[in-house]
């Protein structure tokens, strides 16, 4: 995919984002230590999946729980 010539991105600071409608397959993993989609397809038979948020500033893969096939 080629990304727009003006397009900038920017690291992350502040609190981890968490976003959805990116499907995917496999064992839940976060992104980054500070973006993770917590949409794995379970509309498509995938895991519902969620994040243990504790106020920590960078997520972890062992605070990931869900529910369902994977």
Request: charged letters at 20%.
């Amino acid at each position: 995919m080629e990304w727009p010539s003006g397009l900038v991105i920017s690291a992350i600071e502040g609190a981890p984002i968490f976003v959805g409608h990116h499907w995917f397959t496999g064992h839940p993993v976060i992104e980054s230590p500070k973006l993770a989609c917590l949409d794995w397809s379970a509309a498509k038979d995938g895991p519902l999946v969620a994040y243990r948020w504790d106020g920590e500033s960078e997520l972890r893969n062992d605070k990931l729980a869900w529910v369902g096939k994977q």
